[in-house]
């Protein structure tokens, strides 16, 4: 990036890495001001009393709705630190949840130690899919050949994929979702894209795969937003937009009540994950994920904007490790390493690209943000 183009948020650590940032004349970023707007009013009723009496009452309404069920919830684990709060909070909140966790084939040891260690601790039931390797392989060399920011799309897609069809086989009404404004509103889309969009995953694997996925777990847009939430009464709740949430509290309590060991970054829970983050996305794109992670601790009062800075100043991994991780990305992925860093050097290309299903999804957010002003 050229020098005399540069900017970095006065408030947060945002910067001209996102093509979309712009700044207002104090030097705040767009970003910033969204949280304002859109993001604060989520944490403030979440630590106001009005917060708590929702929260009861939406506890009740689970209770209700999962009464002579086996279960009255359901959600996603991966052993990270979003969903292990979750997992804790809802039991403390004297839900029954089922565990759902989507084995792509990436889970590093700890993350699997971490996860039984939650559901044995907490007493929770646990389903697991597990991929099939073969397909989920060819679809990740799909993404990446395909030369998109967002290579972690198939492991995201599947998961949610997963996570509604088992909520609507075992008749749960209620999928309670780790997202949350505190940690995670600050996300540039220019470095990435909707892994929600399955004509956009058939679209990128019908260009660039070589095999029929037969059993990879898809989710289509009207599945997720007529057909579960309007016939079969599946609702989505963001628990931690109901609760106060404070990231480094809620690493200390999941250690102390369930064992639960830090991974070092943000869903580094994949070693996939770890490696489009920490290598993929910087040296490639240029893309530093941990702005957008640290940022949005900043914007909700859990990290100064120095700290964040002095963190930023450290590279995510030593040199050594990123290479070894490359080579063992390769490896897994079946392919040499000069093949690897070919497919790595092709040009960028973006999701518009390849088809999508971008304007239904633009016109859901435009309808949503239309009734939530009445």
Same mark, same amino acid.
């Given at each position: ?121 907490? =007493?929770?039931? /646990? ?11 060819? !679809?990740?060399?799909? #993404? @990446?050949? %395909? ?36 940690t995670e509103f600050i996300l540039p889309k220019a470095w990435g894209y909707n892994a929600s969009d399955l004509r956009h995953v058939k679209a990128v694997h019908r260009r660039f795969g070589t095999r029929r ?41 999941? =250690?102390?009540? /369930? ?11 994949? !070693?996939?994950?770890? #490696? @489009?983050? %920490? ?96």
């Amino acid at each position: 990036m050229e020098e005399d183009t540069y900017r970095i948020c006065t408030h947060c650590v945002m910067d001209t890495s996102d093509p979309d940032i712009t700044f207002n004349e104090a030097g705040i970023c767009s970003h910033c001001q969204a949280f304002e707007v859109q993001g604060r009013p989520i944490l403030e009723r979440a630590a106001s009393p009005e917060g708590a009496r929702r929260l009861e009452a939406l506890i009740a309404e689970i209770k209700s709705a999962g009464r002579g069920r086996d279960y009255d919830c359901i959600m996603g684990v991966s052993g990270g630190v979003d969903s292990t709060y979750v997992a804790y909070k809802v039991k403390e909140l004297g839900l029954r949840p089922l565990a759902v966790h989507f084995d792509s084939g990436w889970n590093s040891e700890l993350a699997v130690n971490n996860i039984e260690n939650i559901v044995k601790t907490l =007493g929770i039931d /646990l389903y697991t899919f597990v991929a099939d390797w073969e397909e989920m392989r060819d !679809l990740q060399l799909a #993404f @990446f050949r %395909a030369s998109v920011a967002n290579s972690d799309i198939p492991q995201d897609h599947a998961f949610l994929a997963v996570l509604f069809r088992t909520a609507a086989e075992k008749d749960i009404r209620y999928v309670i979702s780790g997202g949350n404004a505190a940690t995670e509103f600050i996300l540039p889309k220019a470095w990435g894209y909707n892994a929600s969009d399955l004509r956009h995953v058939k679209a990128v694997h019908r260009r660039f795969g070589t095999r029929r996925l037969r059993r990879y777990p898809t989710l289509g847009f009207f599945q997720r937003y007529l057909w579960y939430p309007l016939v079969r009464g599946i609702r989505t709740v963001r628990l931690l937009d109901l609760l106060p949430y404070n990231k480094a509290d809620a690493k200390r309590l999941i =250690g102390d009540k /369930l064992g639960w060991r830090d991974y070092g970054g943000k869903h580094y829970e994949s !070693l996939f994950t770890r #490696f @489009f983050q %920490a290598y993929y996305l910087p040296i490639k794109f240029g893309y530093d994920k941990r702005r957008a992670h640290l940022s949005s601790l900043i914007v909700s009062s859990q990290m100064t904007r120095e700290e964040a800075l002095a963190e930023l100043s450290k590279p995510p991994e030593s040199e050594t490790k990123l290479l070894q991780e490359k080579e063992f990305v390769a490896k897994k992925l079946g392919i040499s390493e000069v093949e690897f860093d070919s497919i790595l050097a092709l040009p960028h290309r973006s999701y518009p690209d390849y088809p999508s299903n971008a304007w239904l999804f633009q016109l859901k957010d435009r309808l949503s943000a239309r009734l939530r002003r009445g």
